[in-house]
C-alpha cells in the first residue's frame, strides 16, 4: 500500500471515530448525560491515545513512503544511467553496425578485385600458354629446319666431295682429251671450238617420225630421238643411214641439220638426200659414220 492509502485509511478511521463520538453524545443526552460525559471522556482519552498511535503510524507511513519515494527516485535515477548506458551502448552498436558495412562494402569491393585480378591472370596465364606453344611450335619448326640444313649440308659436302672428284676426273680427261687434239693438230682455243658449231659431239639416236613438206619447195621436218641433253645444238649435221640385210653394208639415206632442240628430241630438216630414198621411222642418226 503506498502513502496516499495509508493516508486515506487513518482518515477514514477519525472520521469513524468521530461518528461514533457524535452517536454516543446523542445518546447519552437521552439517557445518562453524566455518565455519558465519563464515558465519552474515557473514551476522549482512549481516542487520543489511539489518535497518537494513529499520529505516530502516519509518521511511520510518511517516513516509509519517504523512503520508498526515495527508493523510487534512486532507482529510476539507476534505471535513466542504465537507460542512458544501453542508449550509448545501442548507439556504439549502431555505430559499429555502420563501420561492419563499411567493411563488408570494402571486402566486398576487395573480392570483386581480387576476382578481375584473378580473371586477368587466368586470361593472361592463357595468352602465355598460347604463346608458349607458338615458341614451343617455332622452336620445333627451327630444329626441324635445322636438321634439313643439316641434312642438306651434309649432302651438299657430299655432293662437294663427288663434285671435287669428277672435277677431277674431267680435270684429268680434259688434259687427256686437250693431248689428243694437239695431237690430230685440232685447235684447243675455245673461241674456235665454240665458232664451229656444225661439229656436233660423237651420238646415235634414231628417227622417231617425219613430217612431208606442207608446200612445193618446203623442208621434210624429222623428230630424232636426241636434244640438247646429249650436247645437241642447233645447227649441227647428223647423217641418216639404214640398217642393211644380215650381211650387208647400212645404206647411206642422207643428211640433216638440227633447228630447234628439246632435252630428249629435236627437230631436223632434211639438208641432202641420197637419190630417192626416203627417210623413216626407225632410220638411224649418226654424227659420224
Given at each position: 500500500?503506498?502513502?496516499?492509502?495509508?493516508?486515506?485509511?487513518?482518515?477514514?478511521?477519525?472520521?469513524?471515530i468521530l461518528f461514533m463520538t457524535l452517536a454516543g453524545a446523542v445518546y447519552s443526552t437521552h439517557t445518562n448525560?453524566?455518565?455519558?460525559?465519563?464515558?465519552?471522556?474515557?473514551?476522549?482519552?482512549?481516542?487520543?491515545?489511539?489518535?497518537?498511535?494513529?499520529?505516530?503510524?502516519?509518521?511511520?507511513?510518511?517516513?516509509?513512503?519517504?523512503?520508498?519515494?526515495?527508493?523510487?527516485?534512486?532507482?529510476?535515477?539507476?534505471?535513466?544511467?542504465?537507460?542512458?548506458?544501453?542508449?550509448?551502448?545501442?548507439?556504439?552498436?549502431?555505430?559499429?553496425?555502420?563501420?561492419?558495412?563499411?567493411?563488408?562494402?570494402?571486402?566486398?569491393?576487395?573480392?570483386?578485385?581480387?576476382?578481375?585480378?584473378?580473371?586477368?591472370?587466368?586470361?593472361?596465364?592463357?595468352?602465355?600458354?598460347?604463346?608458349?606453344?607458338?615458341?614451343?611450335?617455332?622452336?620445333?619448326?627451327?630444329?626441324?629446319?635445322?636438321?634439313?640444313?643439316?641434312?642438306?649440308?651434309?649432302?651438299?659436302?657430299?655432293?662437294?666431295?663427288?663434285?671435287?672428284?669428277?672435277?677431277?676426273?674431267?680435270?684429268?680427261?680434259?688434259?687427256?682429251?686437250?693431248?689428243?687434239?694437239?695431237?690430230?693438230?685440232?685447235?684447243?682455243?675455245?673461241?674456235?671450238?665454240?665458232?664451229?658449231?656444225?661439229?656436233?659431239?660423237?651420238?646415235?639416236?634414231?628417227?622417231?617420225?617425219?613430217?612431208?613438206?606442207?608446200?612445193?619447195?618446203?623442208?621434210?621436218?624429222?623428230?630424232?630421238?636426241?636434244?640438247?641433253?646429249?650436247?645437241?645444238?642447233?645447227?649441227?649435221?647428223?647423217?641418216?643411214?639404214?640398217?642393211?640385210?644380215?650381211?650387208?653394208?647400212?645404206?647411206?639415206?642422207?643428211?640433216?641439220?638440227?633447228?630447234?632442240?628439246?632435252?630428249?628430241?629435236?627437230?631436223?630438216?632434211?639438208?641432202?638426200?641420197?637419190?630417192?630414198?626416203?627417210?623413216?621411222?626407225?632410220?638411224?642418226?649418226?654424227?659420224?659414220?
Open positions: 500500500m503506498n502513502f496516499i492509502g495509508k493516508i486515506a485509511v487513518v482518515l477514514q478511521l477519525i472520521a469513524s448525560w453524566r455518565a455519558t460525559a465519563e464515558k465519552l471522556k474515557k473514551d476522549l482519552a482512549t481516542e487520543k491515545t489511539n489518535s497518537g498511535q494513529l499520529t505516530g503510524q502516519m509518521e511511520q507511513a510518511k517516513r516509509e513512503a519517504a523512503e520508498a519515494l526515495d527508493k523510487e527516485k534512486k532507482a529510476r535515477e539507476v534505471a535513466e544511467f542504465k537507460m542512458t548506458g544501453m542508449q550509448q551502448e545501442f548507439e556504439a552498436t549502431k555505430q559499429r553496425v555502420v563501420i561492419g558495412e563499411q567493411q563488408v562494402a570494402v571486402m566486398r569491393q576487395q573480392q570483386e578485385i581480387a576476382t578481375e585480378e584473378a580473371e586477368a591472370r587466368r586470361q593472361e596465364t592463357l595468352q602465355q600458354r598460347e604463346i608458349n606453344k607458338q615458341l614451343l611450335d617455332s622452336r620445333n619448326a627451327v630444329v626441324k629446319e635445322k636438321l634439313a640444313t643439316e641434312d642438306a649440308l651434309k649432302e651438299a659436302q657430299v655432293e662437294k666431295r663427288n663434285a671435287e672428284l669428277k672435277n677431277q676426273q674431267l680435270i684429268k680427261e680434259v688434259g687427256a682429251l686437250h693431248t689428243v687434239l694437239l695431237k690430230n693438230g685440232i685447235s684447243t682455243d675455245t673461241a674456235d671450238l665454240a665458232a664451229d658449231v656444225k661439229i656436233p659431239p660423237r651420238v646415235e639416236g634414231e628417227i622417231e617420225a617425219s613430217e612431208p613438206a606442207k608446200s612445193p619447195g618446203g623442208s621434210e621436218l624429222l623428230i630424232v630421238s636426241l636434244g640438247h641433253d646429249d650436247q645437241l645444238r642447233k645447227g649441227h649435221e647428223l647423217v641418216v643411214y639404214r640398217s642393211a640385210a644380215a650381211g650387208g653394208s647400212p645404206k647411206y639415206l642422207g643428211k640433216i641439220t638440227i633447228i630447234k632442240t628439246y632435252p630428249d628430241k629435236s627437230v631436223a630438216v632434211v639438208t641432202e638426200r641420197a637419190g630417192n630414198g626416203s627417210f623413216q621411222k626407225g632410220d638411224h642418226v649418226t654424227s659420224k659414220l
